[in-house]
Nanobody
Framework: VQLQAYGGGLVQAGDSLRLSCAASGRTFSSYAMGWFRQAPGKEREFVASISWGGRGTAYADSVKARFTIRRDNAKNTVYLQMNSLKPEDTAVYYC????????????????WGQGTLVTVSS
């Protein structure tokens, strides 16, 4: 699976932004998908994940109730809707694919996109 994330940009605190991750390959629907982020000088951290069928979702506490992950298997795309953005959300956001749903660990995701930068100004 090849992944390409896009949709990042510079926004102000309180704004919304939607990230997309386009996947190539016919097996997209068999993978759980996740979003991670990495701020400068920090480790990559889990943001959200979604099961292969979309019924299962999980979020980091820091983004719960503000971010929403969903997927469209017909379009081979996973989305991250980010609302009420805060300066601390500033990071490079990565999408990733895992063979099973339920993990929030970087090492459990086998395929990674190139990342898209989100900058939130105060």
């Amino acid at each position: 699976v090849q992944l390409q994330a896009y949709g990042g940009g510079l926004v102000q605190a309180g704004d919304s932004l939607r990230l997309s991750c386009a996947a190539s390959g016919r097996t997209f629907s068999s993978y759980a998908m996740g979003w991670f982020r990495q701020a400068p000088g920090k480790e990559r951290e889990f943001v959200a994940s979604i099961s292969w069928g979309g019924r299962g979702t999980a979020y980091a506490d820091s983004v719960k109730a503000r971010f929403t992950i969903r997927r469209d298997n017909a379009k081979n795309t996973v989305y991250l809707q980010m609302n009420s953005l805060k300066p601390e959300d500033t990071a490079v956001y990565y999408c990733a694919a895992a063979p099973s749903y339920g993990s929030i660990l970087v090492n459990d995701f086998d395929y990674w996109g190139q990342g898209t930068l989100v900058t939130v100004s105060s």
